[in-house]
């Protein structure tokens, strides 16, 4: 199979109407339409719920719609805030989960065990490390310090190591990233990144964009792993 034509699709991917090519070439050689479930979303979010009632709707939803796509998912472990919000939307939706977990969460009472897979592991470092290693894209919730030092290593790693640009999607719901997207681009502006080298980052404010993107990243993951 042409390998030219997998790696081609890093730009055709974002015109409108490709999902809907490719699910037709699916059902042609497949005989119908590839199960997501072999790939997998890293979620990052928050072990506080928030102080809007916004924040744990949209996790709920979020991670009903993974399960019912049919999307793998892995978070953080713990069953606490949003963490523990988006794990049962995506475990009652049917969605595999896996939680990596730091002992001194576990010591403190915070591990989810009604997860699908829980691996409790030494420190914050290893766990990021195997969220990274695990997903085949990032999706970050609402969170604290602790999510936006996930998502910034998770960009960082995807930029250096990764020869596919993993989609990194940020749910700005309410709003909340917006600061962020703010110094993001006045670093752009102030020529210590450049916005071409980091466009697998999107600002999403919608359920119908985030999976869009998904399911769009899907296609192209699929040709890819051909």
């Keep these: 199979?042409?390998?030219?034509?997998?790696?081609?699709?890093g730009d055709v991917y974002k015109r409108q109407g490709i999902v809907k090519i490719v699910e037709c070439i699916n059902y042609h050689l497949y005989g119908g339409f590839m199960n997501k479930k072999n790939m997998t979303v890293t979620v990052y979010c928050g072990?506080?719920?928030?102080?809007?009632?916004?924040?744990?709707?949209?996790?709920?939803n979020f991670g009903t719609q993974l399960g019912k796509s049919g999307y793998r998912v892995a978070y953080g472990g713990g069953q606490l805030g949003l963490m523990?919000?988006?794990?049962?939307?995506?475990?009652?939706?049917?969605?595999?989960?896996?939680?990596?977990?730091?002992?001194?969460?576990v010591e403190t009472e915070q591990a989810h065990y009604g997860v699908s897979r829980l691996e409790i592991v030494e420190d914050m470092f290893t766990r990021k490390k195997k969220l990274i290693e695990i997903g085949d894209a990032?999706?970050?919730?609402?969170?604290g310090i602790?999510?936006?030092?996930?998502?910034?290593d998770t960009a960082d790693w995807v930029h250096i190591y990764e020869s596919i640009q993993k989609p990194i999607i940020i749910a700005?719901?309410?709003?909340?990233?917006?600061?962020?997207?703010?110094?993001?681009?006045?670093?752009?502006?102030?020529?210590f990144i450049t916005k071409k080298d980091w466009d697998n980052i999107h600002f999403c404010s919608s359920m119908t964009n985030i999976f869009s993107i998904l399911d769009n990243y899907y296609m192209i993951h699929m040709m890819n792993n051909a």
């Design 1 to 9: 199979r042409d390998r030219s034509v997998s790696r081609g699709l």
């Design 172 to 191: 700005n719901v309410s709003g909340l990233f917006d600061p962020l997207k703010t110094l993001l681009d006045s670093l752009a502006q102030s020529g």
């Design 146 to 152: 602790g999510t936006l030092e996930e998502f910034v």
């Design 138 to 143: 990032f999706v970050i919730l609402p969170g």
């Design 47 to 60: 072990s506080h719920k928030g102080l809007s009632p916004t924040y744990t709707s949209f996790a709920q």
């Design 84 to 105: 523990g919000i988006i794990a049962n939307a995506a475990l009652d939706a049917g969605a595999h989960v896996t939680g990596i977990i730091p002992k001194v969460f």
